[in-house]
């Protein structure tokens, strides 16, 4: 079962949630989008931050957690609106929790 849960907000910029959330790179997590139901929060694997126009995975509200093993990568999110103009001026929010 996932253990250490933690909510992690985030904007319309690249954001790390693996240095955010203090979990070690390469641990396996599971990740929720706990926003709005119109929020789409797109995520990345990488060692350094995704380009601006990279085209990541994208995870709606209504999506079931997802599971991610990624070796040393780094888990990389942002927030992601059909309505362009509102997304930087909103934020949501990310669940991480460790797999144990």
Same mark, same amino acid.
């Given at each position: 079962?996932? /253990? =250490?849960?933690? *909510?992690?907000?985030?904007?319309s910029?690249?954001?790390? $949630?693996?240095?955010?959330?203090g979990?070690?790179?390469? !641990?396996?997590?599971?990740? &929720?989008? #706990?926003?709005?139901?119109? /929020?789409?929060?797109?995520?990345? =694997?990488? @060692? =350094?931050?995704? *380009?601006? /126009?990279?085209?990541?995975?994208? %995870?709606? &509200?209504? =999506?079931? %957690?997802? +599971?991610?093993?990624?070796?040393? *990568?780094? #888990?990389?999110? +942002? $927030? ?5 103009? &509102?997304? +930087? @001026?909103? !934020? *949501?929010?990310?669940q991480? &929790?460790?797999?144990?």
């Amino acid at each position: 079962m996932p /253990d =250490t849960e933690t *909510a992690i907000e985030i904007g319309s910029s690249w954001t790390n $949630l693996t240095t955010l959330s203090g979990i070690p790179s390469g !641990t396996e997590v599971v990740l &929720q989008n #706990i926003g709005l139901p119109q /929020d789409v929060i797109e995520l990345a =694997t990488s @060692l =350094t931050e995704p *380009a601006i /126009d990279f085209k990541g995975v994208y %995870m709606k &509200q209504i =999506t079931p %957690m997802m +599971r991610v093993t990624i070796g040393e *990568a780094d #888990i990389w999110a +942002r $927030l992601y609106r059909y309505d362009k103009d &509102q997304s +930087r @001026l909103r !934020t *949501a929010k990310v669940q991480i &929790q460790v797999v144990t």
